[in-house]
């Protein structure tokens, strides 16, 4: 092994080419050609081009929505157009759980009298009436946020909410119907007895002494006009008695 130093090639001449190899490392900082965008569109004109395309598209949708929505108003105003000079107004008091206008929908009266159904609780409900022009009713409603009142002269009541509940008791309006003449199903005489269990049993008696207690059985009742009555007649009655 020759103890000499290396031997390393001179370096090129200015202006001449260096060797070259696939491996070569060198770095190139002359000027080059113009370099050119990287992505065909700038972040900038992306989301510019997104925002066109999400506007586009909430227009398509809200022409398409208003559309629906006026062919469905179409579609209703049909149905529900009445001759208002020839019609009867049918008042029924329930929930909004079932549409009873869809029940008379094209049904007529005598022929050629339409039916007008106007549906409430008895909540939204009030009356007024008078001898010589009947009875009024008013009506206050929230649907969905938003109030409507109305007001007419029923001819007719079809009653399928309790007058009475747990808080509140709405047997004044029966008395309005009552008071003004329109007609109900049941009978507003009915729905009024039917409010007090004493007043029905006490016209179950009235049956049963006009037909015989053979022929109109009834389960034995006592009244009391309060419970401090009650109480004392059971601590006054014999244990053996008060299950027999």
């Not at 370096?11 to 770095?27: E, H, I, R, V």
């Not at 001759?83 to 094209?106: A, E, H, P």
């Not at 938003?146 to 002269?153: A, L």
């Not at 399928?160 to 329109?182: C, E, H, I, M």
Request: one cysteine or more.
């Amino acid at each position: 092994m020759p103890g000499g130093p290396p031997n390393i090639p001179p370096p090129p001449a200015p202006g001449s080419a260096g060797p070259t190899s696939s491996g070569d490392l060198s770095l190139s900082f002359g000027k080059g050609p113009a370099r050119g965008t990287s992505a065909p569109s700038s972040p900038a004109k992306s989301r510019e081009s997104l925002l066109q395309r999400v506007q586009s598209l909430t227009g398509a949708a809200r022409e398409q929505g208003s559309n629906l929505i006026g062919a469905a108003a179409s579609t209703v105003s049909r149905v529900q157009a009445f001759n208002k000079d020839r019609c009867f107004t049918l008042l029924v008091i329930d929930d909004q759980n079932t549409d009873w206008s869809k029940y008379f929908r094209g049904k007529r009266l005598h022929g050629d009298y339409d039916i007008r159904v106007e549906q409430a609780e008895f909540s939204e409900i009030s009356v007024v009436a008078s001898g010589d022009t009947g009875a009024t009713v008013s009506i206050v409603s929230y649907r969905s946020g938003s109030k409507s009142s109305r007001s007419f002269r029923p001819d007719f009541v079809l009653v399928r909410q309790a007058p009475r509940d747990g808080v509140k008791d709405y047997r004044s309006t029966l008395l309005g119907f009552k008071f003004g003449g329109v007609p109900s199903i049941n009978s507003l005489n009915s729905l009024l007895q039917f409010q007090d269990r004493p007043n029905v049993f006490a016209a179950l008696l009235q049956l049963q002494r006009r037909l015989g207690k053979d022929q109109f059985p009834l389960i034995e009742q006592h009244f009391f006009p309060s419970p401090t009555e009650m109480v004392s007649l059971i601590k006054n009655t014999p244990l053996c008695a008060q299950f027999t």
